[in-house]
């Protein structure tokens, strides 16, 4: 059903900047959807009567809001680290565990010996459970590969995520993850690797390259030669930046004009400056501050730079495994500085901002029509209630998928 009549709507958080406030708040509303995009949205006393024949669905007082965009996740994965996750509970650092060949490392070599039907059934089973909490549209990378055979199958899986469900996926290219056990003592060599072999390999299999700049993983010159290089093959830049140490990767950002500049959990006035602007959107994970018992990111002072904020799970093996963004909205709430109005609108357009897809996030005509009818009257139970689903219904291009 791409035709849809929603009536009954107590709260629509439509995302509209000519409406009124942040989530341009409409009561008592309806929303028309005709071929999976959104005709018409606002109060039902004013619907149309060329959308009253429509199939409708009475929401019965319920809160309507756009479908949560997930802008940054690693889904495509095999292995488990939870060993790792009590490590750190214990006292070790992420970088004692890495050096010593756990972290991504070992989910490298689990990926690499896993069957791709076995890689497809992981990556759809956390893909389904997601959609099941709202997301309709998640960003799946690359990465846990680093060879050129492994990575384009990854990117093979993110693909094929979407014909076993109704979630619209986005793949990156994120060979530039780390330097492999085998390139240890020629990180040149894997750079070279990168850009002659893997990128044009990568080209028509990914939206995006993201390259890990950060201490331990890439330098800024060899993130600005790689993404440069994956321009020319149709890709658009991201980055992995200031997640570790203060590596120069938010500065490069702006400097490239990327999509967006993620995690940024050390940043300076004067990164903030230049990401706003050059309107390189900021993606940022509480979800991942909460695991790795860190200071939460810098999400507050991004926001009042004037940097678009974006909200995601990161979800991976290692440092986030989370697969709920309501909990992500929760999160930003109680530990980044983020209002619910702020946080919601970092989970939907925000989200849809740091992956430059103008059609989503937002209740609008011409919009994709991706919806969730929430079992409450207002968006305030979801950071009220974290780690509570409460999503009654998923609604993907006009067509309820979950309820």
Same mark, same amino acid.
């Given at each position: 059903?791409?035709?849809?009549?929603?009536?009954?709507i107590g709260?629509l958080?439509?995302?509209?900047?000519d409406?009124?406030?942040?989530?341009?708040l409409?009561?008592?509303?309806?929303?028309?959807?005709?071929?999976?995009?959104?005709?018409?949205?606002g109060p039902?006393?004013?619907?149309?009567?060329?959308?009253?024949?429509?199939?409708?669905?009475?929401?019965?007082g319920?809160?309507?809001?756009?479908?949560?965009?997930?802008?940054?996740?690693?889904?495509?994965?095999?292995?488990?680290?939870?060993?790792?996750?009590?490590?750190?509970?214990?006292?070790?650092?992420?970088?004692?565990?890495?050096?010593?060949?756990?972290?991504i490392?070992?989910t #490298? +070599? /689990?990926?690499?010996?896993? =069957?791709?039907?076995?890689?497809? !059934?992981?990556?759809? &089973?956390?893909?389904?459970?997601m $959609?099941?909490?709202?997301?309709?549209?998640?960003?799946?990378?690359?990465?846990?590969?680093?060879?050129?055979?492994?990575?384009?199958?990854?990117?093979?899986v993110?693909?094929?995520i979407?014909?076993?469900?109704?979630?619209d996926?986005?793949?990156?290219?994120?060979?530039?993850?780390?330097?492999?056990?085998?390139?240890?003592?020629?990180?040149?060599?894997?750079?070279?690797?990168?850009?002659?072999?893997?990128?044009?390999?990568?080209?028509g299999?990914?939206?995006?390259?993201?390259?890990?700049c950060?201490?331990?993983?890439f330098?800024?010159?060899?993130?600005r030669?790689?993404?440069? #290089? +994956? /321009?020319?093959?149709?890709? =658009?830049?991201?980055l992995?930046? !200031?997640?570790?140490? &203060?590596?120069?990767g938010?500065? $490069?950002?702006?400097e490239?004009?990327?999509?967006?500049?993620?995690?940024?959990?050390?940043?300076?006035?004067?990164?903030?400056?230049?990401?706003?602007?050059?309107?390189?959107?900021?993606v940022?994970?509480?979800?991942v501050?909460?695991?790795?018992r860190?200071?939460?990111p810098?999400?507050?002072?991004?926001?009042?730079?004037g940097?678009?904020?974006?909200?995601?799970?990161?979800?991976?093996?290692?440092t986030?495994?989370?697969?709920?963004?309501?909990?992500?909205?929760?999160?930003a709430?109680?530990?980044?500085g983020?209002?619910?109005?702020?946080?919601?609108?970092?989970?939907?357009?925000?989200? /849809?901002?740091?992956?430059?897809?103008?059609?989503?996030?937002?209740?609008?005509?011409?919009?994709?029509?991706?919806?969730?009818?929430?079992?409450?009257?207002?968006?305030?139970?979801?950071?009220?209630?974290?780690?509570?689903?409460?999503?009654?219904?998923?609604?993907?291009?006009?067509?309820?998928?979950?309820?």
């Amino acid at each position: 059903m791409t035709d849809l009549l929603l009536t009954g709507i107590g709260q629509l958080v439509t995302n509209d900047s000519d409406r009124d406030g942040l989530l341009g708040l409409v009561t008592d509303a309806a929303v028309a959807v005709k071929g999976g995009r959104v005709a018409w949205a606002g109060p039902e006393s004013e619907l149309l009567k060329e959308f009253r024949e429509l199939p409708e669905l009475d929401c019965s007082g319920r809160a309507v809001i756009p479908g949560f965009v997930d802008s940054h996740t690693h889904l495509v994965f095999a292995g488990d680290r939870s060993d790792e996750f009590a490590q750190r509970l214990r006292g070790d650092s992420y970088e004692e565990i890495l050096a010593a060949g756990g972290g991504i490392h070992s989910t #490298v +070599a /689990a990926t690499r010996a896993e =069957k791709t039907n076995l890689l497809l !059934n992981g990556a759809v &089973h956390r893909a389904k459970r997601m $959609l099941g909490m709202g997301t309709t549209t998640v960003e799946v990378k690359s990465g846990y590969g680093l060879d050129l055979q492994t990575e384009i199958r990854m990117l093979e899986v993110a693909r094929a995520i979407s014909d076993h469900l109704a979630i619209d996926v986005v793949r990156t290219f994120l060979g530039a993850h780390v330097v492999p056990a085998e390139y240890s003592d020629d990180r040149a060599g894997y750079v070279r690797l990168v850009i002659e072999q893997m990128l044009p390999a990568a080209a028509g299999h990914a939206d995006f390259c993201d390259v890990f700049c950060d201490d331990g993983a890439f330098t800024v010159d060899e993130a600005r030669e790689i993404l440069t #290089v +994956a /321009a020319r093959h149709g890709m =658009k830049a991201r980055l992995h930046a !200031n997640q570790l140490g &203060h590596s120069g990767g938010a500065a $490069l950002a702006a400097e490239i004009g990327a999509a967006s500049a993620d995690h940024l959990d050390h940043v300076t006035q004067d990164d903030l400056a230049r990401l706003a602007a050059t309107g390189t959107a900021a993606v940022v994970f509480p979800s991942v501050s909460l695991s790795m018992r860190i200071d939460p990111p810098p999400a507050r002072q991004l926001w009042d730079a004037g940097v678009s904020v974006a909200i995601a799970t990161d979800c991976n093996p290692g440092t986030s495994y989370v697969e709920n963004m309501q909990l992500v909205v929760g999160l930003a709430t109680l530990t980044a500085g983020l209002t619910p109005e702020e946080a919601l609108w970092a989970a939907t357009r925000g989200g /849809a901002t740091a992956l430059q897809l103008a059609d989503k996030g937002h209740v609008t005509p011409g919009a994709v029509a991706d919806l969730l009818m929430l079992e409450a009257d207002t968006y305030l139970e979801i950071p009220y209630r974290p780690g509570t689903d409460l999503v009654r219904m998923v609604i993907k291009d006009g067509e309820p998928v979950v309820s």
